[in-house]
């Protein structure tokens, strides 16, 4: 099982993090029974 921890979910959740591990990806998608693009959005940077 893989933990998180609560200062890198909340990095995920403000939108401050530049990069997430496809391993970070996998534990989220597994734990919320969901696929990467039902969490994630694509955006142009300016």
């Given at each position: 099982?893989?933990?998180f921890t609560r200062a890198n979910l909340s990095i995920l959740k403000t939108g401050k993090a530049k990069a997430v591990r496809l391993s970070t990806?996998?534990?989220i998608c597994n734990a919320l029974n969901c696929q990467?693009?039902?969490i994630l959005e694509y955006t142009e940077e300016e």
């Amino acid at each position: 099982m893989l933990l998180f921890t609560r200062a890198n979910l909340s990095i995920l959740k403000t939108g401050k993090a530049k990069a997430v591990r496809l391993s970070t990806l996998e534990g989220i998608c597994n734990a919320l029974n969901c696929q990467p693009g039902d969490i994630l959005e694509y955006t142009e940077e300016e």
